[in-house]
């Protein structure tokens, strides 16, 4: 572990050190036909409000399994799985839907931008699950935007925006609803150096003065770099002595 | 959810060919479909123009015997007849065999009274009455020949042999949309009157009595008494609604109507096959789109929207083109025909009916992509290329 993000911590308010995902004994398989494909092996993992945690490993050692899990998209076969204090796994469909929406944002490799979708457009979609009026909407929109410093392409569709412009779009929908934990897959994996750093910068910003918990895959060690902690899977198990992030 | 259905537009205009062709072979689909049950309509047009207080009597055993103008003075005895009159099926052929309408020898007088949907003028009629060699004419077939009141009409007789000539002393028309302005009437006793000479033992014979009764609540009372009357006599009658009758005709063809209609559903079934090809593949190329929604949040009715929406949209907007496409067809085709048809009108019903099947192509071709997209897990759908 770098030094880095425990003197970021150290020097960091209180209420950042409550858990906020909590796995215990967590494991994954899937069905290929009647042969069981083990993917997650017992997964002990605490991350904690305010942490900006990357998951690295080599490809198909179950980064992503791991992270959609966390995030609610996939159900665990066993174990506990605990964000924000509910068990999630437990969650009825609709409801992990509904909470999903509330409490994640996502940030996906290829950007995921719907392409009949502006700019602006893209960034409302998770603001009409809520009860906002459209004036509400709009301020809450040109907010992020300006956060991520687009608010001149807010009626670009993403064919007309760059990979690094599109994924800030991304950022700036996943920031909207003002969820506690934002989840990345690879969200420097389709992007140039440049974009790429501008991409983590906003991210880091996202962390350090929005108090949002991060939980990043990358194979980039630069983008790693920027979190608190770094933990590696392998073959579905995690390889790093535990206590070094907790 | 507004918002969902501007979407759903939006993804339609995404593949402009497809959309266009898929739109193409929807109008395509409900102009043939309503054409065709047009034909089908057409065809029981004789029967919806008739009147429930008019039964036609004939001979029992078939139309193709006549009955003895004698029973006339008999039927007329019957109480609640308030009319009779009668005519004969004439089958003549105006220059050519192609030149198809129906013809008819009538007793005039009476036959106008019992038929007061075809209007003609008095000086008209009256003319028309007074001349024996007279003739009147449908509205639509004198257009079609471009007849004019004056104009000699000469006929080569089938059932009747010999070179016939009529003048024509009137042009009537339809009380009604539905009123047949196809028929050509001329006086039975210019018909009788040869016969006599040419050929006696087929004169003083009747191909059918019209009678006009009371109340259309008596018509089976009626049918019956007048049938009696003629129990065990050498022509023996058979007498029904004009209804009836008519559907009589179309009963012959029967299976050539049921054949239409069958083939007016599979093309509907068909482009509902090709619809939902369209819509599986629209939805299968995004499904890392579908993936994301579900991620942010939005359930399956969001999703349902989207994809109903984008499919009804196609289906409905095409089948309203489709209707609309099928008037001038349906104008076109009626012009074609001619006189083959007395009314060839697309109904309220075809319409009803080929917006029920545009409905129903976009809920079909919804249903199965919709279905999958929810049910697909949404890791998965994350994964895919799109
Ligand atoms: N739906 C599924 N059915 C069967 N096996 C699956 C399924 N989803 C994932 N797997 C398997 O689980 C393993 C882990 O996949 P995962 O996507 O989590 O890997 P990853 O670490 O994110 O890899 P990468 O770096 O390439 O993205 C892989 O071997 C993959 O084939
Ligand atoms: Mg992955």
Known sequence: MSAKPKDLRAAGPVRYMNPIVEIENLTKHYWKGDQIVPVLADINLVIREGDFLALMGPSGSGKSTLLNLIAGLDRPTGGVLRVGGINIAELPESSLTDWRSEHVGFIFQFYNLMPVLTAFENVELPLLLTGLSKRERREHVELVLELVGLTDRMDHYPSQLSGGQQQRVAIARALVVDPALIVADEPTGDLDRVSAEEVLELMEHLNLNLGKTIIMVTHDQRAAAKAHAIRHLDKGVLTDDPSGTD | ?386
């Open chain 2, 1 to 386: 959810m507004l918002f969902f259905l501007r979407l759903a537009l939006r993804n339609l205009f995404r593949h402009k060919l497809r959309t266009s062709l898929t739109a193409l072979g929807i109008v395509i689909a409900i102009v043939a479909f309503a054409l065709l049950r047009t034909v089908v309509d057409a065809w029981y047009a004789g029967a919806e123009a008739t009147s429930a207080n008019r039964l036609i009597t004939r001979n029992a055993i078939s139309l193709i015997f006549p009955l003895p103008i004698s029973y006339a003075n008999r039927i007329r005895q019957i109480d609640g007849i308030t009319g009779l009159s009668y005519s004969n099926w004439f089958g003549g052929v105006y220059i050519d065999e192609r030149n198809f309408f129906p013809q008819f020898a009538i007793e005039p007088k009476s036959y106008l009274e019992l038929y007061p949907e075809f209007i003609l003028s008095e000086t008209e009629k009256t003319a028309f009455i007074k001349d024996r060699k007279g003739a009147i004419a449908g509205r639509k077939l004198a257009e079609e020949y471009g007849w004019k009141i004056g104009d000699v009409i000469p006929l080569r007789g089938t059932i009747y042999s010999g070179s016939w000539s009529f003048v024509l002393r009137g042009i009537y028309r339809g009380a009604e949309r539905k009123t047949d302005e196809t028929l050509f009437l001329f006086h039975w006793d210019n018909l009788n009157e040869t016969l006599k000479k040419t050929d006696p033992s087929r004169a003083e014979r009747v191909g059918v009595f019209v009678l006009r009764i009371d109340r259309g609540g008596r018509a089976a009372e009626l049918s019956d008494a007048v049938d009696r009357l003629f129990e065990n006599s050498l022509a023996e009658t058979l007498t029904e609604t004009e209804e009836a009758f008519q559907l009589g005709f179309v009963a012959m063809t029967e299976a050539i109507l049921v054949a239409i209609k069958i083939v007016s559903f599979v093309v509907i079934a068909i482009i509902m096959a090709v619809m939902a090809n369209t819509m599986a593949m629209s939805t299968r190329e995004r499904r890392r789109e579908y993936a994301t929604l579900k991620a942010v949040g939005f359930g399956s009715r969001y999703l349902l929207a989207l994809i109903l929406g984008e499919s009804l949209a196609l289906s409905i907007g095409s089948g309203i083109l489709g209707i609309l496409a099928a008037f001038p067809a349906a104008g076109i085709l009626a012009a074609k025909f001619g006189t083959l048809f007395p009314v060839f009108e697309i109904s309220s019903r075809t319409i009803q009916f080929g917006l029920f099947a545009s409905c129903l192509i976009g809920l079909t071709a919804a249903v199965f992509p919709a279905w999958r997209v929810i049910t697909f897990p949404v890791s998965e759908g994350l994964r895919s290329i799109g």
